[in-house]
């Protein structure tokens, strides 16, 4: 069975902080993602990988930053976090090409205090 | 670049009834892949069904069916049988099949009345 998985479901952090989040796909898909959610403006993309050590910019990466060392492992980091960054985080992954199908992990709820 | 619109923030049914969610797309390209995503109150993001542009039949699952008209850039669910398991946020979402990335909707938030 497909399975995302994400290292902590709610987090509360300082204004200044830097913050992980850490994604793991067991399906050893090549692409991940992540998105951030919020109310009225859907999913918006921070930054993709489609192979180890690669990444690409999405639509909103001002601020983040991502890792990924190995195939299964994806990780988001805030370098200094804003308030502006509270929002609900989605880690997702897929084949390459193919039918397209991400499968999303259970999100993160990210509060910027 | 392609964007998705979902006009209908939020929509209520009765069990047992039926619904129609909406959703628009615009793109320039010609073939790609068109996605229903359900996400139940504090639960995963799950696919609810999948279309191909470049198949001319409606993708069914179940109880959930697609009204895909491509020249229209026209993609709207349809949920038969409301359950009260149906209340969701609903996302609908593109991707180009040279793409690896997709766009998503704003959602529309379904709630379903016993």
């Known amino acids: 069975d497909v399975k995302v998985t994400q290292s902590s479901r709610y987090l509360v952090k300082r204004t200044g902080e830097k913050v992980f989040l850490e994604c793991v796909q067991d399906m050893d898909h090549e692409n991940m993602f992540w998105y951030r959610q919020d109310p009225g403006l859907g999913l918006r993309l921070i930054y993709f990988?489609?192979?180890?050590?690669?990444?690409e910019k999405g639509d909103i990466p001002e601020g983040y930053s991502v890792s990924r060392e190995k195939k299964e492992r994806f990780s988001l980091i805030l370098e200094s976090a804003s308030t502006n960054q509270t929002s609900m985080y989605l880690c997702?992954?897929?084949?390459?090409?193919?039918?397209?199908?991400?499968?999303f992990g259970p999100g993160t709820r990210l509060l910027v205090l | 670049a392609q964007t998705v619109t979902q006009s209908q923030p939020e929509m209520s049914v009765q069990e047992a009834e039926t619904v129609t969610l909406s959703c628009t797309y615009d793109?320039?390209?010609?073939?790609?892949?068109l996605f229903w995503y359900k996400q139940p109150p504090s639960r995963q993001m799950i696919l609810v069904i999948r279309?191909?542009?470049?198949?001319?039949q409606n993708a069914t699952e179940n109880r959930f069916s697609v009204n895909f008209q491509k020249a229209a850039k026209s993609f709207s669910l349809k949920i038969s049988d409301s359950q009260l398991g149906d209340a969701a946020m609903y996302f609908c979402?593109?991707?180009?099949?040279?793409?690896?990335?997709?766009?998503f909707g704003a959602g529309t938030r379904l709630t379903v009345k016993p």
């Open positions: 997702a992954s897929s084949l390459a090409g193919g039918r397209g199908t991400q499968y």
């Open positions: 979402a593109y991707r180009g099949r040279n793409n690896n990335d997709m766009r």
């Open positions: 279309q191909e542009a470049y198949k001319q």
């Open positions: 990988s489609y192979d180890v050590k690669m990444k």
């Open positions: 793109t320039s390209e010609s073939d790609y892949y």
